[in-house]
């Protein structure tokens, strides 16, 4: 079993900065993607940013630009960070770690971290 703690989030005024950070520990073998998810009321679930193991990045439309996510792959952690946020910035982000363990794929998830953007 694979968990994942995260940390940063909050409250900021629209064209601030926020910070995540979320760790995994526990069977963290074969790890490959691991990534943000966001889910406003009202809305669906979202990809925001996912980072391979070998550095490759994919980006939300919504996001580029503005959102950054990095990987230490010798720390297990993962990061985002976001710039020129928006009200619309505004969910919980949850961090996701794909795990693979042929023929099946695991998904984990963090407890999710509240980001308020305010206007």
């Known amino acids: 079993q694979v968990h994942l703690v995260e940390s940063g989030g909050g409250l900021v005024q629209a064209g601030g900065s926020l910070s995540l950070s979320c760790a995994a520990s526990?069977?963290?073998?074969?790890?490959?993607?691991m990534g943000w998810y966001r889910q406003a009321p009202g809305k669906e679930h979202e990809l925001v940013a996912a980072?391979?193991?070998?550095?490759?990045?994919n980006y939300a439309d919504s996001v580029k630009g503005r959102f950054t996510i990095s990987r230490d792959n010798a720390k297990n952690t993962v990061y985002l960070q976001m710039n020129s946020l928006k009200p619309e910035d505004t969910a919980v982000y949850y961090c996701?770690?794909?795990?693979?363990?042929?023929?099946?794929?695991?998904?984990?998830w963090g407890q999710g971290t509240q980001v308020t953007v305010s206007s």
């Open positions: 526990g069977s963290i073998f074969s790890i490959n993607a």
């Open positions: 996701n770690a794909e795990q693979e363990d042929p023929p099946m794929t695991h998904d984990w």
């Open positions: 980072i391979t193991s070998g550095g490759s990045t």
